[in-house]
Structures are given as C-alpha cells and as structure tokens.
C-alpha cells in the first residue's frame, strides 16, 4: 500500500494509467466488436492484367468457386450481371480483405479495364442486369424533389435522410452515400448488393433511380449547400447535443471563469 | 463627477425616483438591495447561464411566432429550397421552411432558439449538479432547489413541445413515438391518444396543440418559476464556499451596484454573443434536410434533443415485455420505460429530502461543502450521472454501433447490464476517491504541504520538505463539520420494559450509518494532534 | 503585465498587514483568521495601467457598434438565397453567417467590456454582508398565532359545520366542470386503432410507380413499399390511413419461409408485412435482404420476416402482422381483406 502510494506521484504513474486506460478500451472494444468469422484472406494481390477469366480465376475463384457457382466463403455470380460486378470491384469492396459483418468499401484494386473485363466474364454466366450508361445515371434533367421523396420512401430509413448512412443489426451497417460515384448508386439499387434489398426496374423505374441521384447530388455531396452553417455529420440532435454541451456550454464556462475570476494582484516583488 | 454636482445639473433623475418611490417604495427596496453582496466563484453564475439563455429563447421565439403558423393543412412546397419544391407539406413546416429560406435573418433567430434551448437545459443540467454537490440545496434552500427542479423538468417539456412543432420528419417520428407511449398506458392509453391527438395519429390538431403548450402554458409556469427563484435567492443571500472570514453568518463578495451590475448584466450579453455566434457557424434541426413528415416515411438516426436522451435510452434498452390477459394486453415493453423515465429524474429531485431526513438537521446552512466533505452525497451524484449518461449512450446506440464499428446489439446488451452494474461502480469508486481526497487534506493539515523539494539529511536519509499551511488553508481545510451517525435507543429501557424502534426509525438509523459510519469519512484533524505534531519532531 | 515596474514606493500600505476581525486564539490553531486584507491591482496603483483599461473597455464598445453598422448593412445588402463557401464550415447562407457573427460580436463586445471595466476599474474590496435568521422570532411567531386564531373564531367556520362542508363540497365539485370540458378532445378509441384501408380485392399499388403490382415485378431480394388502391396523397385522410395502412413487401424463396401461416398468406414467396414497427409505431424498413431480418431505426426492434415476423431482438412484444395477398384475375396482386389483428403498437384493449 505504501509502495503503491508512492510510487503513484511517479511522473510516468500518469503515462502507465493511461496505457492501462487504452489497454482495457481496447480489450472491450474486442470484445464488443461484431465477430468475424476469422480466417483472414489476404485475397490475391495478383496483377495479372488477362481477360475476365483468367482474372477471375486467380482473383475472386478462391470463394466464389471456379465456374462462378459460389462456395461457402461467397455466394454465387451467377445471373447477378455486370453491374454487380461492376459496383463490387468499382468501389474496392471486392476481393474482400477478411470475412466480417460486412465488406467495407475500400481502394479499388482493378483497373476499369479489368472491371469491365470481370463484369463481362460474369455476366457471360447468367444474364442479370448490366452496368448503367452514362444516360441512365446522370442526374441532369431529374426530378430532384420527386427523387427526395422517393428517397425518404425507400432508402432513408438505412441511409438516413441525406444518406449520411446508419446502423443496422449486429455490426451491419449501411454506409455514407457521400460523393458516391452516380454509376455505383444505380448499380447498387439495381443489383443489391451485400445486405442491401434490390430496387429492379419493375418496381422503381430507371426514372425513380435517376431522380435519387439527383436528389443525392444535390444533398449529399461536397458541394451541397448547408445553409444554417456547420453540418454537424448530418446526424441530428446528437451530435447538435454534443455540439451544443462542447462549444455552447464549454464556451459560457469559460466566459463564466474569466468574468468570476480575481483580477491579477500588484505584489510587492 | 460628484453627487453635487449631478445633483444641481441633473435633478430629473431624482425626481422620478421620488415619484417612483411614492408609489412603489422602491427606496426602502433599494436600500436592502442595492449594494447586496454576491460571491465570486465561476459556479455561480451557471445560473445566470441559465436564465440569459431562457430570455434569449423568449426573446426569439417571440419573433418566431411572428411567422409561424401552427396548423397541420397541408400544402404544396413552392418556397426557394428546390429539392423540396412541389412537395405536400404541412403549414407548419412550409411556415418553417419561410422563416429559414426566405426571411432575412429568419435562419439565424431560429437557429439562435434552438440552440439557446440546449444550452439553457445543458446549463440548468450543470446547475443543479453545482447546487448538488456543494449541498446549497440545504435548509433554507430546499423550496428554491424544487423550484429549479421544476424548471428543468419543464424545461424538457417545452424543449420537446418545441422540437415537434416544424411537423418534419424527425420531429414527427418523435410525435410518433409520443403516441406509442400513450397508448401503451393500461386501461386509459387510447383514450388519452384519442384525447390528445383529437383523434388517430397523426390528426390535424397535435401541432396547434403543442403550439400553446410551448408558447403560453409551459413557458408562462416556468416565467413565474423563475422569477420565484430569483426572489429567493436574493432573500436567502447567496451561499459561499469556506474560507478565511467566510462563516455562516455573513456573506462574502463584492456589491450589486457597481461591480455585479456591470458582470452580471455583461455577462448577459457575453451569453447571447457566444449563442449567436454558434447560430451563425453551426447548423441545428435542418428541416429541409429531413423533408416533411408522413407516418409512412423515417430516417435512421432518429433522435430527440440531447435532453430526452435517456428516456430514449431505456425506452431502447427495455427488452419487449407485452402480457395478454384476459383479453387485455399490458404493453411492459413500453410501459416500464416511462414509468422509469420520471423516477430517474425523481430520484435526483427528492434527494435532499432523504437527507435531511436522515441527519435530522434542523439548523440553516450557507457555508458550502466541498464534494469530498460529503462523500455519500457526492457519490449518489455521480452515480446518478453515470446513470444518465449510460442511458444517453443507449439513446445513441446506433451512432456508437456506427461511429465506432460495434454492432448495435452488443451495445444495446451493454446499456441493459450497465444500466444496474455502472451507478453501483460508480458510487462506490466516488466514495473511495472522496475518502482519499479527505486523508490527503488530513495530511496536508498535519503535516504540510509536499514541496517536491527533496532534502538529505546529515545521517543520509532524504526527506521531502513539507511547507506548513497558512492559517488561511489551516481553517479552510478543517471547516467543515462531520456529523456523527444516529444511535437506536436501547431496545430496552432502564426498567427493563421492551421499547420497540419503528421500521422507519430503523432505516433511518442504517441510513445515517452509511452516511457518516466510520468508512463514510476521515476524521479531520483536531487541535491535539496538531499541536503534538507541529510541536515535536519537526514537520516531515 | 507584470508587478515588477512598479516602484515599491508607490504602492500604498496595506491597511493593517493583520488579518480584519481575526480572533486568532492560542488554543485553536484551525480557528478562522478573518478576512484577508485587500491587496491592490495594478490598476489601483498605477494611472497609466488604469488608463490602458479604459481605453481596452472603450475599444470593446466601439467594435460592438462597428459590429452593429454591420448587421444593419448585412440585412441590407446580402441577398437571403446568395451562398457561399467558407472554410473549413462549408457552402453556407451568406446572410445568416454574417449576421450572426456581427450580432455575437456587437454582443459579445458590450458584455466584455462592461465585465473588464468591473474587473479592472470597480473596486474588488470584498465586502462582508451580515445574514439575519429567516425564522421569526417567537413574539412574532405568538402575534401571527394569537392573530390567525382570532380570525378564525370570528369566522366561525369551525362552530358553523354546515357552512363548511357545503363550502368545500362546493370548492371540491366545480372542477369537475373543467374535467368534463376536456372530453372534447377527441373522439372514443372505439375500433378505430383495429381497421385500416385494406381490405378484400384492393390491390396493392407501389408507392415508387403507383402502379399495381404485378407477381413478377417482385424479385427475391428486393424491397417493396405498397399502400392500398384507391388512396391519394390528396385525400384529406391521407396521413391518417397510410399511417395504419403502409406495407412492406418482399419476396423470398418459398423454402425459406420457416413458418407455415406466413407461407400460405404468401404469393410464391411474395409476403407482404405491415410496414408499422409493433413498439411504437416507427415505418420499420431496414431489410437486410440475406437475413430476411427487418430492423426499426428508431429502437432497433428486429423482426424476421421468414418466420412470421417473429421478433427476434429489440423493446418491440409481439411480430409484424402479415397482409394474406393473392393474384386477381387480371394478374395483379391484392388483398384477402384487412390484417387480421391491430397494425402497430400494442394497447390496452388489443387483447
């Protein structure tokens, strides 16, 4: 006890807490993060630039088997078409790193070449919707207010009103929509991607995509306008709160110090 | 220039006054008040926080209503926001829309509402817990510590009446959330639904509703509220804490006029000056980006103002508990949450009674304690805020799960075990951190102060010399008072007649161990071991 | 600034280096020392030093009304729509940034200014003030007895027993009135919360298209909303019915569908669940399509959709009701008549 006592005004005694502090964080923060199923994959960096198959064959076989049948590591490509393709390896989510909740988005590692080559590979398997062109997902010309509440209909309960995104259940979650390339938006409505539901033309028209991503471009982007000033993540009243107890209430605090503090003394030197 | 000379040039002023005094007495109110002393310390003006931001509210939200129209009929958006033109919307938040995109300056005064609304809750937050801490609320103050728990009560209220009426998407879901709860009241929730909604959700009439309830009927209680707490401030005179010529008797600090006059009324002006500036740099509740509400459209994320926070945090915790019996249904799920959500702030409000009934002081107090002087009170505080702090992180689990890649259901397992596990901890470690602090200040009487400066000793030893404190730091550190726990009466008396102790007196007694029992505090120093310390062996 | 330019001769002496009051006794060495004496600031001793505040204080409440032309030419001059892009903020409201800065400078300015002034220029010589009980002494309290007790007699109001309790009979009735006026609130539940738009041969109409839909238009994976034929957005009672009535539809493998009601109220694996989360009330939509589990953003209530509903985590007691749908004759889908239970949050009379 002694000891301990003494050894507490050590000056390094704050250092050794605080790596004790990080040390249990992260002890809990393993073990509430969402399972992997482990088993890391550290997928073929191969840089073999062939056509589709042979691509496929060292790049994405391994999980999704040899004729593209799926395996127990990943579903089958069959009849899922190249804009799947095209949005899974365009936005670097596959080859996946390592098995998890979910597949992040990440750099992608195939040039367009090589995507267009895989999503043609692909789609030779099993018809399934193509990639868009450049007339089905460019927001000129859409119905931005239209596309807001189709937005609101359809996809903001995931990806929140202006697609900052959002939590879903264990470790899942539905990513920011930020400066998401056009293309990716209206492949993922089109194909589903991971967890997501499908948005087919059947039941949203190649009309309803175009006015999302109208709606997304004006809303969601770098450029978007936010009028009443810092966007705060666009999250709503909790980062307003936290906002609000920091920068408000942190700030009166401080005023509150100055205005009630002793003014400095002449002293006899 | 002198009273002589104001006096001859400048008599108009006086002359009002006379007038003014015939009539009001404001003299005889002047001579008693003018001059009256107010404590320096920072703490103290958390209240004034407080009540320049509920002014701040009043003053905006009057020019709000200039512009706002409470009323659920719907029209077509054709405002200047283009990605919401065309859109069926609410009056009320097309009225919205207008003050935020068309009016000049619109944006900014509701941006400077809403966020004065928070700062006015944060700050009443931290108010009350400098009130806790330092035990203000002790007689003579006990009414005036209920008439700010009221306020922040209310408060809340008006905060969530307020945060509902732009008829948006967030607020509605918020509304919605409103009418579960209701419904989820045995016997008597639909009625109180119906009555409420003046019919199914969402109706028509909840947003004119709302509209008076935050206008007139909340702030109109609070505005009185508040004026009977400044009332008595000013009659008990403000509490300080101890130090030298500071004792319960007199009140230390400088005058009203000039020196509080010119802090407290430009600290008046610092606050508004600090909101605005966070109106004009920071965003709150942009409604266009939520859109309008409709019952069958939600945003993720879908939160209330920080205030409510813990009430969303059980209500996301509470596992989904429904009974059916005979016929009826007992909605536990929902129901227990808000039974729990008025007790948590309950349980902070009723405290002082506990304990004053515990010690069974009668005696008025004005000399604050120090946190550690009181440790059971200070650790029921800070298990308290643990508390609401756990529940705040259930009411943000989806941003924890997303800001920090944990999976919402961990999370929410998390808050249901700490919600029993944490404010345990909590008090317990407060209560021994309390203890230490006590010992340390018991050491420091005794034996000094630690100088850092380590001295060798002729024979070799080294030592660290230790200051000893001045008579200012000796008085502060010991005076406080530590009140010895309540005896139970001999359960039989000297006649050898059986006395029984009622279950309350029994209690009570328990209690009053647990407060101030040994292991509830450090015996402070007395003059004897002083003087037998100081005067023997050097200090060391 | 520091003390140290100022000549010692010109500090005045510190009127009595003794404490004020003190009562120092020999016996107690905690005893109270009494008021510290006053010690001066710079600002008391030195002119030029209190000359520099006045003019920081002056300055303050200069660049107040500087900040205040400035509101008045901002409101003035910036267009209310004109944006523009500050960093690190973003693309902002010209008007609102720049009025809201020149009005929390104007503020901020006259409030430091007038906090310096007190702070440097007021005298800071603590001040003792006497307190005095709040209790009344005991003759006062014996007066106000002996006075209440007077009153009371001469009122007779514990001698005349029926003039009491008529009296409070008739204080304690009229509120009543007030009660009762509050029942106009709103109309009885009745079986308002039990019925919503659907019913039988209504087809279901995508909300996207607002097109009826057809059994093929439904792809496994995809996600669906629907409201009943015959609503308009237009209606009156239009946020009322959608709020009972929005549907969720989805289309799973028919052997995937655990639950053997659920696969008998489907078409092909087509189900459609209401949209209306069982808690309290939130759209629950969150489909995770590999899962087949549908979670509320509001309090994480998740439910299964390929077994009944069922719910599987979250506050929410009972699962989502299923919509029985059909083919018509015509090739689209609709309903078989309405849900069989109460959509939405549980109650009272639910049963």
């Known amino acids: ?195 997501m539901p499908s948005f087919p033309d059947t039941t949203m028209s190649e009309k309803n995509k175009k006015d999302i991503i109208a709606y997304l471009d004006a809303v969601d982007t770098k450029k978007s306008e936010n009028p009443g000033g810092l966007e705060l993540g666009g999250l709503g009243p909790v980062s307003e709160g936290l906002f609000a107890w920091i920068f408000g209430l942190g700030a009166l605090v401080a005023v509150a110090i100055w205005v009630a503090a002793r003014t400095a003394k002449a002293k006899k030197s | 220039m002198s009273t002589t000379e104001q006096r001859r040039k400048a008599p108009a002023g006086e002359r009002v006054a006379d007038w003014a005094d015939g009539r009001l007495g404001i003299y005889s109110l002047a001579k008693a008040n003018m001059r009256k002393i107010f404590p320096d310390h920072w703490s103290f003006m958390l209240g004034e926080v407080c009540l320049y931001s509920f002014l701040i509210i009043i003053l905006t939200g009057v020019y709000l209503t200039l512009f706002f129209h409470p009323s659920m009929e719907e029209v077509v958006y054709h405002g200047s926001y283009v990605p919401l033109q065309g859109v069926r919307v609410s009056e009320a938040f097309n009225s919205t829309m207008h003050i935020s995109f068309d009016v000049r300056g619109g944006l900014l005064i509701r941006q400077i509402h809403h966020w004065a609304a928070l700062v006015f809750l944060a700050g009443m937050f931290v108010h009350m817990m400098r009130v806790f801490f330092t035990g203000a609320f002790r007689k003579p103050r006990e009414i005036n510590w209920l008439f700010g728990f009221l306020l922040f009560v209310l408060g809340v209220f008006t905060g969530f009446t307020g945060y509902s009426l732009p008829d948006d998407l967030l607020s509605g879901t918020g509304v919605r959330f409103t009418e579960g709860a209701i419904l989820s009241v045995p016997v008597v929730g639909t009625y109180i639904s119906m009555f409420l909604f003046g019919g199914e959700f969402p109706g028509a009439d909840i947003v004119p509703r709302f509209y008076s309830i935050h206008i007139l009927l909340l702030p109109g209680i609070m505005l009185g509220l508040v004026v009977a707490h400044l009332i008595l401030v000013i009659y008990h005179k403000h509490t300080q804490f101890p130090g030298p010529g500071r004792t319960e008797k007199n009140v230390v600090g400088m005058p009203l006029l000039p020196v509080y006059m010119a802090k407290a009324g430009g600290f008046f002006f610092l606050v508004f000056g600090v909101i605005a500036a966070v109106a004009a740099l920071a965003t709150i509740n942009p409604i266009w980006d939520f859109g309008p509400y409709r019952p069958d459209h939600v945003s993720t994320g879908a939160q209330p103002d920080w205030y409510m926070g813990f009430a969303e945090g059980l209500v996301r915790v509470m596992p989904g508990w429904e009974i059916n019996v005979a016929g009826h249904t007992l909605v536990l799920g929902v129901f227990i949450p808000i039974v729990i959500f008025p007790l948590v702030l309950i349980a902070i409000g009723i405290y002082p009674f506990i304990e004053s009934w515990v010690t069974g002081d009668k005696r008025e107090h004005h000399l604050l304690d120090r946190p550690r002087n009181a440790p059971t009170r200070t650790a029921f505080g800070a298990a308290w805020i643990a508390e609401y702090f756990v529940l ?31 404010p345990v901890l909590v008090f317990i470690a407060t209560k021994r951190v309390c203890l230490g602090l006590q010992r340390r200040d018991r050491d420091k009487v005794l034996h000094g102060r630690e100088t850092g400066i380590i001295k060798r000793l002729p024979h070799g030893e080294f030592i660290e010399v230790h200051e000893p404190l001045s008579q200012d730091q000796l008085h502060t550190l010991t005076a406080h008072e530590q009140p010895r726990p309540l005896e139970l009466e001999p359960e039989v008396d000297e006649n050898g007649v059986a006395r029984k102790a009622g279950a309350g007196q029994k209690l009570r007694v328990k209690l009053s161990r647990g407060f101030y029992g040994e292991g509830s505090q450090i015996p402070k120093p007395t003059a004897e071991e002083y003087q037998e310390i100081t005067s023997g062996h050097g200090h060391h | 600034m520091s003390s140290q330019d100022i000549p010692e001769e010109s500090l005045p002496s510190t009127q009595g280096a003794a404490h004020q009051g003190a009562v120092v006794s020999g016996e107690d060495p905690f005893a109270d020392p009494g008021l510290p004496p006053h010690e001066h600031r710079i600002q008391d001793i030195d002119e030029r030093a209190a000359k520099r505040s006045e003019r920081v204080v002056a300055f303050l409440f200069t660049l107040s009304m500087l900040a205040t032309v400035g509101f008045i030419v901002a409101y003035l001059a910036i267009p209310v729509d004109k944006n523009i892009y500050v ?42 003030d006497e307190r005095h009980p709040i209790e009344a002494s005991p003759e006062v309290k014996a007066k106000v007895l002996a006075d209440f007790a007077d009153g009371a007699r001469e009122s007779a109001l514990g001698r005349r027993k029926l003039i009491r309790n008529t009296m409070f009979g008739a204080l304690a009735m009229f509120p009543l009135s007030g009660v009762f006026l509050l029942g106009g609130l709103g109309p009885k539940p009745g079986t308002k919360l039990r019925k919503t738009k659907w019913s039988a041969g209504k087809m279901l109409i995508n909300q996207n298209t607002m097109q009826p839909l057809r059994p093929e238009d439904v792809q496994v994976g995809s996600l669906t909303f629907a409201m009943p034929e015959g609503m308009s957005e237009e209606d009156h009672d239009f946020q009322q019915e959608i709020a009972k009535a929005a549907l969720m539809i989805v289309r799973l493998r028919p052997e995937n569908i655990k639950d053997k009601r659920e696969l008998d109220w489907s078409v092909d694996g087509i189900v459609a669940f209401s949209k209306i989360c069982t808690h309290v009330g939130c759209p629950i939509s969150l489909y995770e399509q590999q899962t087949h589990h549908v979670l509320c953003p509001c309090h994480q209530s998740t439910f299964d959709l390929s077994d009944g509903g069922r719910v599987i985590f979250g506050p929410a007691g009972h699962p989502l009701p299923q919509l029985q749908i059909k083919v018509n004759d015509k090739g689209y889908l609709e309903a078989m008549g309405d849900f069989p239970e109460p959509v939405g949050p549980a109650f009272w009379e639910r049963g």
């Open chain 1, 1 to 195: 006890m002694k000891k301990l006592s003494a050894r507490r005004r050590h000056p390094l005694a704050a250092v050794v807490v605080l790596l004790f502090a990080l040390a249990v964080t992260g002890g809990l923060y393993a073990a509430f993060a969402p399972a992997s199923t482990a088993k890391a994959d550290d997928s073929a960096q191969s840089l073999a630039i062939e056509e589709g198959k042979k691509l496929y064959s060292t790049g994405c076989a391994t999980c999704h088997g040899i004729g593209g049948q799926g395996t127990s590591d990943g579903p089958s490509l069959v009849g899922v078409g190249s804009a799947a393709v095209d949005f899974q390896v365009g936005t670097g989510r596959m080859p996946a790193q390592q098995p998890g909740a979910q597949v992040p988005r990440k750099k992608k590692i195939y040039s367009q070449a090589e995507i267009d080559q895989l999503a043609a590979y692909i789609a030779s398997l099993g018809a399934g919707p193509s990639v868009p062109t450049k007339d089905q997902y460019s927001p000129n010309g859409a119905d931005i207010a239209k596309g807001g509440e189709l937005f609101r209909t359809n996809c903001a309960q995931c990806h929140n009103a202006t697609g900052k995104g959002g939590a879903l259940s264990n470790g899942k979650f539905a990513p920011s929509l930020e400066d998401v390339d056009p293309k990716h938006i209206y492949e993922a409505m089109q194909t589903g991607p991971q967890n």
């Open chain 2, 392 to 422: 705040l992180i259930g009411g943000g689990n989806d941003l924890w799960a997303t800001h920090f890649h944990l999976s919402i259901n961990s999370i929410t397992w998390f808050v249901r075990i700490a919600f029993f596990v944490v």
């Open chain 3, 87 to 128: 960093f690190p903020i973003g693309h902002i409201s010209a008007l609102n940034f720049s009025l809201g800065l020149s009005l929390g400078v104007a503020l901020f300015c006259i409030g430091a200014g007038a906090v310096h002034w007190a702070r440097t220029l007021m005298s800071d010589v603590e001040v003792a």
